[in-house]
């Protein structure tokens, strides 16, 4: 078990499979990209599904998350997803995904037993799109989602992240856009993980002003307390239900108190948190030939030392050296 001196239990494993990105997102990375990592640093195939294996046999994993960068770069994808499909217990596996190779994708990674994808989308015009992103693929992202939903990839949830001046009108038109096409709408607050370190929280779009734009369209009644559990987002029905919107508010609305995430970054080591500054090598110990107990033992000592916020609060917060595209989301 995977457990915290606050007793919150990790059973969520965040893994990304590579630092690489096709988008270059202002609220992430710099429009040159960054210095990626060299192949022999990362994890191979073999090493991530034997972590994963150690993780959902002997730690407690019971839900596995697939990250990047942009985890379709990832040329041996579909085959970790079949091994770890076939891994005892097995998880429930999911996908964050920019969307631009689901089309092509979406149908042999269903097959390998991958449950569902989120895809990020955070504008329904193809100009606001390529401002944002450096890249003119808005159409490539639909499509993806298309196929995404029509493989079975279901439910098909949609992270939206709004930036000032830019897409911050376009709330009630992309949840009305969702709600048509069956899809599952969350919005992100912008958060301090972007590699220029030039987030600022004031400007920022808060959770309160998503809210109520949405409201000027849309009748919310949030959703039972109860079902939220550990989840990220806080959901609302939409005009009675069934449909759904959701809003993760890390910034404003912390939900540090009730986290039940590990991440694995893509060269091997563990974060604690999204805004972790210190991390813990597993991938000298899996080189090293170090036992499945002792990958363990490490495993399990670095989540006795989570802290008990993200401190996205206290005026001496630092932001992580590695931006979200390294970290995985």
């Not at 992270?159 to 096409?181: F, I, K």
Request: charged share 25%.
């Amino acid at each position: 078990m995977l457990i915290d001196t606050y007793g919150r239990v990790a059973t969520d494993l965040r893994v990304s499979l590579t630092d690489r990105c096709n988008l270059r997102c202002t609220y992430c990375m710099p429009e040159e990209g960054l210095q990626w990592l060299a192949k022999p640093d990362l994890l191979t195939d073999d090493e991530i599904v034997r972590l994963i294996d150690i993780a959902v046999r002997t730690l407690g994993i019971e839900e596995v998350r697939f990250t990047g960068g942009e985890p379709l770069l990832r040329p041996g994808l579909v085959g970790i997803v079949e091994r770890v499909a076939a891994l005892a217990p097995r998880p429930q596996m999911s996908l964050t995904t920019n969307g631009i190779g689901l089309k092509r994708t979406a149908t042999a990674l269903k097959a390998a037993g991958l449950d569902r994808v989120n895809v990020s989308l955070d504008t329904l015009r193809p100009e606001v799109f390529k401002t944002l992103t450096r890249r003119d693929r808005h159409k490539d992202v639909i499509e993806g989602l298309e196929a995404a939903h029509a493989a079975g990839l279901t439910p098909v949830k949609i992270n939206s992240v709004l930036m000032p001046g830019l897409n911050d009108d376009e709330a009630p038109d992309l949840l009305a856009w969702a709600v048509e096409h069956g899809y599952e709408l969350r919005f992100i607050e912008q958060m301090p993980l972007d590699a220029q370190h030039g987030w600022k929280r004031d400007g920022m779009v808060t959770a309160g002003d998503i809210l109520a734009s949405l409201r000027t369209r849309f009748d919310l009644t949030p959703e039972d307390a109860g079902a939220r559990g550990s989840a990220p987002a806080e959901r609302w029905l939409v005009d009675g239900g069934p449909h759904r919107v959701g809003v993760i508010a890390s910034v404003t609305r912390p939900f540090c108190a009730a986290c039940d995430r590990t991440r694995l970054t893509a060269d091997g080591q563990i974060r604690t948190c999204l805004f972790a500054t210190e991390e813990t090598d597993l991938r000298a110990a899996l080189r090293s030939d170090a036992p499945d107990e002792e990958i363990a033992r490490i495993w399990k000592l670095a989540m006795w030392g989570k802290k008990a916020g993200a401190g996205l609060d206290d005026p001496s917060f630092v932001q992580p050296d590695r931006p979200m595209s390294a970290i995985g989301g």
